[in-house]
């Protein structure tokens, strides 16, 4: 990686930086993050993941993302806010996600929470995608320096606020904006990128809920 915060792959194509050269990393990048998400139940999968992230890796999350959406059914926060005592139970007992109490009854609290949401707003997509921020609050440039320094933004800690307000837990602004840039509410792809222009197109022609 030179100092532009890409690495040029065996493909001879320039990725952001953070990928590492790993295959099922690389996939991820090209694939998934930044690309538009209006799925309810995608978007609920990702804010759960993004919180059993905090003090590890995405990698790590990724890596057990199937077993995460085996143990809680797809996501489907219909399914998981009936969850009870048994259900922690066995996802305590499951080696292949990460067996951390708070953060397994979180999602079962969250996708309660989402439920509420869903009545309030119709759907969990047209609740987030009324934070994705305007131009007036978007860096001029998505430099490596700026991707950097900036690990939150002014509307992810709105968001988080309000989903706290809301009984959401393992939702920090910091959290909350990795979610922002995965789903597609940010185009956070570094200049150069070979997937920025890609993603911008995506975002320019998605229909928001």
Request: hydrophobic fraction near 35%.
């Amino acid at each position: 990686m030179d100092k532009t915060g890409l690495i040029t792959g065996d493909d001879g194509r320039d990725r952001c930086f953070w990928h590492g050269g790993l295959d099922d990393y690389r996939r991820y990048h090209d694939e998934e993050w930044g690309r538009p998400v209006t799925d309810d139940n995608r978007l609920f999968e990702k804010i759960c993941l993004e919180g059993f992230q905090s003090g590890l890796s995405w990698l790590t999350i990724l890596r057990k993302r199937e077993n995460f959406r085996a143990a809680f059914a797809g996501f489907d926060f219909e399914r998981v806010a009936a969850f009870g005592d048994e259900d922690v139970a066995r996802c305590l007992a499951d080696a292949g996600i990460i067996r951390h109490r708070g953060k397994i009854v979180s999602t079962i609290n969250n996708a309660r929470r989402a439920m509420a949401l869903k009545d309030e707003w119709g759907s969990l997509a047209r609740y987030f995608w009324s934070f994705e921020p305007g131009p007036e609050e978007r860096p001029a440039r998505m430099d490596y320096a700026t991707l950097r320094a900036n690990p939150t933004s002014p509307t992810s800690v709105r968001l988080s606020k309000d989903l706290k307000k809301r009984g959401w837990t393992f939702v920090g602004p910091t959290t909350v904006y990795a979610f922002m840039q995965a789903m597609g509410l940010v185009n956070d792809h570094i200049e150069g990128c070979c997937c920025r222009d890609e993603v911008e197109v995506l975002r320019r022609l998605c229909k928001r809920p």
